[in-house]
């Protein structure tokens, strides 16, 4: 694909930027005790913002700048506990979202994008359990298919089921990826520059 297949990335970025920093500090906050709303607890859109958010910044913003702030805020607010092996994964998983979604600034549609961040955050749910499974003591899963099954269905017993995290997930991610494109398009409009398509993106 070359260069004239993709639109010109427009320098609205300024209101999603705002979301960004906004989704930082309220992370900040939770791992710090400040928010213990019980309703807010498994909010978690940092898959949108590492996928959508890349995609709203201009192309010179590097896709590490969302992952990295993810590692210094929980790094600010935990100390050393984000240096276990589990915890880079995680960091992982959310910078190959955001380099994905780097190699498609320009050319995503609105529904494109919808698609793009539901499965990075079905593949991030899948990856983090399996994780999970390997991890835990042999008296919580079987190491086998059923153990990982249960790992990705049902959880722990005692615990609330996995699949309960993933349905969060998705409306946190899909939530705030509307927010972000919502954001992104407003203020496109206001500078009178080109906005995301609702289908599919303009060639240039």
Same mark, same amino acid.
Not at 93 to 102: Q, V
Not at 121 to 143: D, G, K, R
Not at 162 to 185: E, I, Q
């Given at each position: 694909?070359?260069?004239?297949d993709f639109r010109p990335v $427009?320098?609205?970025?300024?209101?999603? +930027? @705002?979301?960004? /920093?906004? &989704?930082? !500090?309220?992370?900040? #906050?939770? =791992?710090?005790?400040?928010?213990?709303?019980?309703?807010?607890?498994?909010?978690?859109?940092?898959?949108?913002?590492?996928?959508?958010?890349?995609?709203?910044?201009?192309?010179?913003? $590097?896709?590490?700048?969302?992952?990295? +702030? @993810?590692?210094? /805020?929980? &790094?600010? !607010?935990?100390?050393? #506990?984000? =240096?276990?092996?589990?915890?880079?994964?995680?960091?992982?998983?959310?910078?190959?979202?955001?380099?994905?979604?780097?190699?498609?600034?320009?050319?995503?549609?609105?529904?494109?994008?919808?698609?793009?961040?539901?499965?990075?955050?079905?593949?991030?749910?899948?990856?983090?359990?399996?994780?999970?499974?390997?991890?835990?003591?042999?008296?919580?899963?079987?190491?086998?298919?059923?153990?990982?099954?249960?790992?990705?269905?049902?959880?722990?017993?005692?615990?609330?089921?996995?699949?309960?995290?993933?349905?969060?997930?998705?409306?946190?991610?899909?939530?705030?990826?509307?927010?972000?494109?919502?954001?992104?398009?407003?203020?496109?409009?206001?500078?009178?520059?080109?906005?995301?398509?609702?289908?599919?993106?303009?060639?240039?």
């Amino acid at each position: 694909m070359t260069s004239s297949d993709f639109r010109p990335v $427009s320098r609205a970025f300024f209101l999603p +930027l @705002l979301l960004i /920093i906004a &989704a930082a !500090a309220f992370r900040w #906050a939770k =791992l710090k005790g400040y928010v213990t709303f019980e309703v807010l607890e498994n909010f978690s859109p940092w898959m949108a913002l590492a996928f959508t958010g890349t995609l709203v910044f201009p192309r010179r913003v $590097s896709f590490l700048l969302i992952p990295l +702030l @993810l590692v210094l /805020i929980d &790094a600010t !607010a935990t100390g050393a #506990a984000v =240096l276990h092996w589990e915890a880079l994964v995680v960091y992982a998983c959310f910078a190959s979202s955001a380099l994905l979604a780097s190699r498609w600034r320009g050319h995503m549609s609105l529904l494109g994008t919808l698609l793009g961040v539901t499965g990075c955050a079905i593949a991030f749910y899948f990856i983090t359990n399996t994780v999970s499974w390997l991890s835990n003591p042999v008296s919580a899963y079987a190491m086998n298919f059923s153990g990982w099954l249960q790992a990705v269905t049902t959880g722990e017993p005692g615990h609330l089921p996995t699949w309960f995290f993933l349905r969060n997930s998705l409306v946190s991610d899909l939530g705030f990826s509307l927010l972000l494109l919502a954001a992104y398009n407003t203020e496109a409009s206001i500078r009178q520059q080109q906005r995301i398509p609702l289908r599919h993106a303009q060639a240039a």
